[in-house]
């Protein structure tokens, strides 16, 4: 598979057949997302080799693309191929602290050296 800046392009296929079900599964390369409104979306992996039967199953069903980050994260929907691959492209990772517990305390930022 392709990884860039640690994104993942996957297709977002519909009613494949129960052949290519049956050999993604047994693969493991069917992901099942379940969407807000309860929706089930299934992906598998762009860049994967599969046999030749599997593979024209997969792009023949294939209704979207979809990306998501190194540990399974769902990132968002694309129509086409092109779209998807200039997000992976362009994606950046952002890195924001979260606290748990006890929130910092506000009123040491009102002070500064001087005061302390």
């Known amino acids: 598979m392709t990884t860039i800046n640690k994104i993942d392009i996957f297709r977002e296929v519909g009613e494949l057949s129960p052949l290519a079900t049956k050999w993604l599964e047994l693969r493991n390369q069917l992901f099942v997302i379940e969407s ?3 929706k089930e979306h299934i992906f598998v992996e762009n860049d994967t080799p599969r046999d030749s039967e599997i593979t024209l199953d997969i792009v023949k069903n294939t209704i979207g693309y979809a990306l998501f980050d190194d540990e399974g994260e769902y990132i968002g ?3 086409s191929l092109d779209r998807a691959i200039m997000a992976q492209l362009g994606a950046k990772i952002v890195v924001q602290a979260d606290v748990e517990g006890a929130e910092p305390d506000d009123d040491i930022l009102a ?3 001087e005061d302390i």
Do not use: F
């Open 111 to 113: 002070e500064t050296p």
């Open 36 to 38: 807000p409104d309860g």
């Open 77 to 79: 929907s694309y129509r």
